[in-house]
């Protein structure tokens, strides 16, 4: 368990956090932590200040609330996979990134949690979400980046903006709960599965840009609204 009133670490010289249960807060201070092994970060609460955590293992982080401030987590290591379950910055940003080969993002798989935040963007090498469990977000603004597939569910009931969401290779899925906008959304791969599927379970569907594959994508659109 650690605590600094005014921040945990700094840019330049991080706190190592690489343990089976690791409790982290500050009273309005940025936090700044590395986990090099495989680590669950069981709860992360900045009272505003910036989080910002960088990876090279697996990890799960399972609680990370910042009231406003900045949630980064990233990492550039090889088949390295965050597993995220509830991160709250409030009308603040949300980045989280698994750029090394094979690297995911995934979720924790209760339903009860959620990313939230003004602006969400999510990436994964190796997929983002998946099919079977998708990715839950509550964002304004929703950007997404794979190379192996994008799967998210946002609950939002007052509407996402989907302003870059795209696959290189893999299908997209988004499912929103409220008025959804579809600025751009990209499976570009053109390979046969490679899908464009997105759905909202309340208000209206407007598109921008929306395609998949030349010859071989497909769009699955759905509103309960009008498109």
Do not use: C, M, W
């Not at 807060?25 to 505003?48: C, E, F, N």
């Not at 949630?71 to 980045?95: E, K, M």
């Not at 302003?163 to 008025?179: E, I, K, M, N």
Request: charged residues 5%; hydrophobic residues 40%; proline residues 1%.
């Amino acid at each position: 368990t650690l605590h600094g009133a005014t921040g945990v670490g700094t840019s330049g010289t991080r706190v190592s956090a690489s343990a089976e249960r690791v409790l982290v807060s500050s009273s309005g201070g940025a936090i700044y932590l590395s986990a090099a092994a495989p680590a669950v970060l069981t709860s992360v609460q900045s009272q505003g200040g910036a989080i910002d955590i960088v990876h090279s293992a697996d990890l799960l982080l399972a609680n990370a609330l910042s009231s406003g401030g900045a949630i980064t987590v990233s990492s550039s290591t090889a088949q390295a996979d965050l597993l995220v379950g509830n991160l709250n910055a409030g009308s603040g940003t949300v980045t989280l990134s698994s750029t090394g080969t094979g690297g995911t993002l995934k979720d924790d798989g209760n339903r009860g949690t959620r990313v939230v935040g003004g602006t969400v963007s999510l990436t994964g090498s190796a997929g983002v979400g998946t099919a079977s469990q998708t990715l839950q977000t509550s964002a304004a603004t929703l950007n997404a980046s794979s190379g192996n597939g994008i799967f998210v569910e946002d609950g939002r009931t007052a509407g996402v903006t989907l302003a870059s969401v795209v696959a290189t290779g893999g299908a997209v899925s988004v499912s929103s709960a409220g008025p959804t906008v579809a600025t751009s959304v990209q499976a570009s791969a053109d390979s046969a599965g490679n899908t464009v599927t997105l759905s909202t379970s309340s208000g209206d569907l407007t598109l921008v840009s929306v395609s998949a594959g030349a010859t071989q994508g497909t769009l699955n659109l759905s509103a309960a609204g009008s498109i």
